[in-house]
């Protein structure tokens, strides 16, 4: 522990639109830290892209948040955090915080009160390569060997969500389509594993019913930071100074801004574009 | 018309997969030909990007082909060829095809028999970015000022389809769900303006029914091409020459050479992984 302060910038980055989630649990955790969010929105998604692609993607994303001087960058997506990270983590000398470990501690914590001894089943949902690691079945395994983890990729949340249709029938259809065995298993928290997810989490709590936790990659990564603050690992910013929210996208720059200040209110988002080509020529010695 | 001929490949080139529509139209119309097929899987898709990064990508895709030697390039992606294309056409020695203004073409041509004199009323069905150019709309605006055209943007199609729900409930819903004030409207052609749509079109044909002519781009492509072969402006691979199909990716080798080798038939599907930093540095003078 130690009473210095870091005025640095917290990076988060993501394929895209989906990492604001996380970028409004964090400004809202820690209102006096400054962001930096970095969008690919010229790749998007990653989530259909192998584990090789989206690691050289997310070498390019940190290495553009580091020329920016960031203190730490989150992977706010999960497909990084998993088919990337920790592989990547160590090759940096600012923490790289990714969202699969704090989930899977987030999933087997029990609530109050909750009965004791029971063996866990824990549904985890999110894009094929995320799945397809199987980074959570292997990172609920090291804490609970006898927790039971149910898989289920679910391609077709992303363009749903992104098409705004967060409550409509269809949207209801394929829940029912891709949940409905999970559903029928029995069980009794599920991780939305991709940041786009909460966006539809009534909609999943309404099919799982009450008795189903939900856990969110947004309220995982808020706690995971306020331990990394409290151990030290990161260092908090001063108190009074100026907290800034920057805002980087590779493309579709309108879009983003629109959806960026409904989704994180007020009126002075900060929105740059970014070309593609920087991106990549940055990361890369030629 | 000469009486040359030339070995060198024709290129191909899509964001993805459904370029492989264009791919087996080619084929099977001139099963002489050898083909060289770029799908940027890494990248995918390029619909909902837009024409600036479009245009970026497209230049690097047919530099590439270019480095393999081939006498032509298809732009199999619609959303290249209205987004991109043809600023893009002038700038190379070789002819580079798009499908918008074949397909402009193609919707106009009267089936025999057809009444003539009445006001056309021309449906186009795209990704966003090919929506948004509005390059169909112009295309037959400058042949048939009177032809009336409604366009709709289907950004979940894509989606749909490749998660394979060619024939299900969901795939029917959303149809009805974009398509419903077209069908209302009363078109009498209705273009698949993406690759990928052929693959439902079964389905479309069935929403709109009989009256309804629909125009898809891999058709469109192969009369395309026999123009250029009858004019000269693309000479013939000599007769009796081994033609080869050689495909490039640049993600998902296996689930590429998967599907291309169901798609395309035959048991000797060359496929290739490029390495998705080697398409845009070789496109760049650094």
Same mark, same amino acid.
């Given at each position: 522990v130690?009473?210095?302060?870091d005025?640095?910038?917290?990076?988060i980055?993501?394929s895209?639109?989906?990492g604001?989630t996380?970028?409004?649990?964090v400004?809202?955790a820690?209102?006096g830290e400054?962001?930096?969010?970095?969008?690919d929105?010229a790749?998007v998604?990653?989530?259909?892209?192998?584990?090789t %692609? *989206?690691? #050289?993607? =997310?070498?390019?994303?940190? $290495?553009?948040?580091?020329?920016?001087g /960031?203190?730490? !960058?989150?992977?706010?997506?999960? %497909? *990084?955090? #998993?088919? =990337?990270?920790p592989?990547? $983590?160590?090759d940096?000398?600012?923490? /790289?915080i990714? !969202?699969?470990e704090k989930?899977a501690?987030?999933?087997?914590?029990?609530?109050?009160?909750? $009965?004791?001894?029971?063996?866990?089943k824990?549904?985890v949902?999110?894009?094929?390569?995320?799945?397809?690691?199987?980074?959570?079945?292997?990172?609920i $395994?090291r804490?609970s060997?006898?927790a039971?983890?149910?898989?289920?990729a679910?391609?077709?949340?992303?363009?749903?969500?992104e098409e705004?249709?967060?409550?409509h029938?269809?949207?209801?259809?394929?829940?029912?389509?891709?949940?409905?065995?999970m559903?029928?298993?029995?069980?009794d928290?599920?991780i939305?594993?991709?940041?786009?997810?909460p966006?539809?989490?009534?909609?999943?709590?309404?099919?799982f019913?009450p008795?189903?936790?939900?856990?969110?990659?947004?309220?995982?990564?808020?706690?995971?930071?306020?331990r990394a603050?409290?151990k030290g690992?990161?260092?908090?910013?001063p108190t009074?100074?100026?907290?800034?929210?920057n805002?980087?996208v590779?493309?579709?720059?309108?879009?983003?801004?629109?959806?960026?200040?409904a989704?994180?209110?007020?009126?002075?988002?900060?929105?740059?574009?970014?070309?593609?080509d920087?991106?990549?020529?940055?990361?890369?010695?030629?």
């Open positions: 130690t009473n210095s302060t005025a640095r910038a917290i990076g980055f993501d895209g639109l989906g604001l996380v970028a409004r649990a400004r809202d820690f209102p400054s962001l930096c969010y970095l969008g929105t790749r998604p990653y989530g259909t892209k192998s584990a %692609t *989206v690691t #050289a993607y =997310a070498r390019e994303d940190i $290495a553009f948040l580091l020329r920016h /960031v203190k730490a !960058v989150i992977a706010a997506c999960n %497909t *990084v955090s #998993a088919a =990337a990270l592989g990547l $983590a160590d940096y000398d600012v923490p /790289v990714g !969202v699969v989930g501690d987030a999933a087997l914590a029990r609530d109050e009160g909750q $009965a004791d001894g029971h063996p866990r824990i549904g949902i999110g894009t094929e390569t995320t799945v397809g690691s199987e980074a959570y079945v292997r990172a $395994a804490r060997p006898e039971q983890v149910l898989q289920k679910c391609p077709l949340f992303v363009p749903l969500i705004g249709w967060l409550d029938a269809v949207t209801r259809e394929v829940v029912r389509e891709y949940l409905t065995p559903r029928a298993d029995g069980i928290t599920l939305l594993g991709c940041t786009h997810y966006l539809i989490a009534p909609l999943l709590a309404d099919f019913g008795g189903v936790r939900i856990v969110d990659s947004a309220r995982v990564m808020a706690i995971a930071l306020e603050f409290r690992v990161i260092l908090p910013a009074g100074g100026e907290a800034r929210i805002y980087f590779t493309d579709r720059y309108h879009r983003f801004r629109d959806l960026a200040t989704f994180m209110g007020g009126d002075c988002i900060d929105v740059q574009l970014v070309a593609s920087e991106l990549v020529a940055g990361s890369v010695a030629w």
